[in-house]
């Protein structure tokens, strides 16, 4: 497979110029990724592999902020062996000894060293795990060098308290070396995290997951993480098998989607290997993605 394009989708919300950064490619088990949604329905919107894989994304998003450069997520990092990354199907070699997030900001026209502040929805390996990088002797250090890290302090300790379950998931590395040098602020709850920005607690992928809220003045996003991975989860029942409390995710996308076609909110998908944002619509029977452009009226093109 190759790695999800392009690289670089750049556009306004309001006051910021936002960036979305593909940081690699993902294939992962069909039946997984929707749960108990029936093979026969999703396969026709997506169909998988001969190993029952379909091609998922690893979209962050970067933010020109006034307080510096707010970055969202930064996909799997370049920590794991060949057999993880075969498993996963991850290609995220962005050459040059660079991962493909890091090829994406230079592509933005920046640095890693030009980012202050990463926000975590949570802490999955593919969510986190670019947050740090192994260095040639050994060491694991931030990604990020001049980044302060956030994520919300319930998920921080469900990361570290994980079963049978949830470890295959879950990697200390990717976000402890931060905490012992001090980079970590843990939030709770809804929080402004920089004026603009905030944390929109959205249970149930894991039960501290949080959506980041874009505030830009004349216009609203949403970073969805994994409550909504792709616009082709925008059905309130399709829902991810990976998700640990199902009915709970119901409630946050019911919550979610009701505001954001209320208001009109920007809605961007971290795992959507083709469409990065759109808006959402209902036909009377389900949500579904609208990818038009608002108009000036606040309409659609």
Same mark, same amino acid.
């Given at each position: 497979?190759?790695?999800?394009?392009?690289?670089?989708?750049?556009?306004?919300?309001?006051?910021f110029?936002?960036?979305?950064?593909?940081?690699?490619?993902?294939?992962?088990?069909?039946?997984?990724?929707?749960?108990?949604?029936?093979?026969?329905?999703?396969?026709r919107?997506?169909?998988?592999?001969?190993?029952?894989?379909?091609?998922?994304?690893?979209?962050?998003?970067?933010?020109?902020?006034?307080?510096?450069l707010?970055?969202?997520?930064?996909?799997?990092?370049?920590?794991?062996?060949?057999?993880?990354?075969?498993?996963?199907?991850?290609?995220?070699?962005?050459?040059?000894?660079?991962?493909?997030?890091?090829?994406?900001i230079?592509?933005?026209?920046?640095?890693?060293?030009?980012?202050?502040?990463?926000?975590?929805?949570?802490?999955?390996?593919d969510?986190?795990g670019?947050?740090?990088?192994?260095?040639?002797?050994?060491?694991?250090?931030?990604a990020?060098?001049?980044a302060?890290?956030?994520?919300?302090?319930?998920?921080?300790? $469900? *990361?570290? %308290?994980?079963?049978?379950?949830?470890?295959?998931?879950?990697?200390? &590395? !990717?976000? @402890?070396?931060? +905490?012992?040098?001090?980079?970590?602020?843990?939030?709770?709850?809804?929080?402004?995290?920089?004026k603009?920005?905030?944390?929109?607690?959205?249970?149930?992928?894991?039960?501290?997951?949080?959506?980041?809220?874009?505030?830009?003045?004349?216009?609203?996003?949403?970073?969805?993480?994994?409550?909504?991975?792709?616009?082709?989860h925008?059905?309130?029942?399709?829902?991810?098998?990976?998700?640990?409390?199902?009915?709970?995710?119901?409630?946050?996308?019911?919550?979610?989607?009701?505001?954001?076609?209320?208001e009109?909110?920007?809605?961007i998908?971290?795992?959507?290997?083709?469409?990065a944002?759109? $808006? *959402?619509? %209902?036909?009377?029977?389900?949500?579904?993605?609208?990818?038009?452009? &608002? !108009?000036? @009226?606040?309409? +659609?093109d």
């Amino acid at each position: 497979m190759s790695a999800p394009t392009p690289l670089v989708q750049s556009r306004r919300i309001g006051r910021f110029s936002v960036h979305a950064l593909q940081a690699g490619g993902q294939m992962l088990d069909g039946g997984a990724m929707f749960g108990v949604v029936p093979k026969p329905l999703w396969e026709r919107k997506i169909p998988s592999d001969p190993r029952n894989r379909i091609p998922m994304g690893m979209r962050c998003l970067l933010i020109e902020h006034e307080s510096g450069l707010v970055l969202i997520d930064t996909g799997a990092g370049h920590k794991e062996t060949s057999k993880f990354l075969d498993i996963y199907g991850i290609e995220n070699d962005g050459g040059g000894q660079r991962t493909m997030l890091e090829a994406a900001i230079v592509a933005a026209g920046f640095s890693p060293s030009d980012i202050s502040l990463v926000i975590n929805t949570h802490l999955h390996f593919d969510h986190a795990g670019g947050n740090t990088a192994l260095e040639a002797d050994g060491r694991v250090v931030s990604a990020f060098p001049n980044a302060r890290f956030v994520v919300q302090a319930g998920e921080r300790h $469900y *990361a570290m %308290h994980t079963n049978e379950r949830t470890a295959a998931s879950y990697f200390p &590395r !990717n976000w @402890e070396p931060l +905490r012992e040098a001090g980079k970590l602020d843990l939030v709770d709850g809804a929080t402004e995290i920089v004026k603009g920005i905030r944390s929109l607690v959205t249970p149930g992928h894991v039960p501290f997951h949080q959506s980041i809220l874009i505030d830009g003045g004349s216009e609203m996003a949403c970073f969805l993480g994994d409550v909504i991975p792709t616009h082709i989860h925008m059905p309130l029942p399709w829902i991810m098998g990976y998700d640990v409390e199902p009915l709970r995710t119901l409630e946050s996308k019911r919550a979610l989607l009701e505001t954001a076609l209320a208001e009109q909110w920007l809605l961007i998908f971290e795992h959507d290997a083709s469409v990065a944002w759109g $808006y *959402a619509k %209902h036909d009377g029977k389900a949500y579904y993605c609208d990818t038009t452009e &608002r !108009n000036e @009226e606040g309409g +659609r093109d």
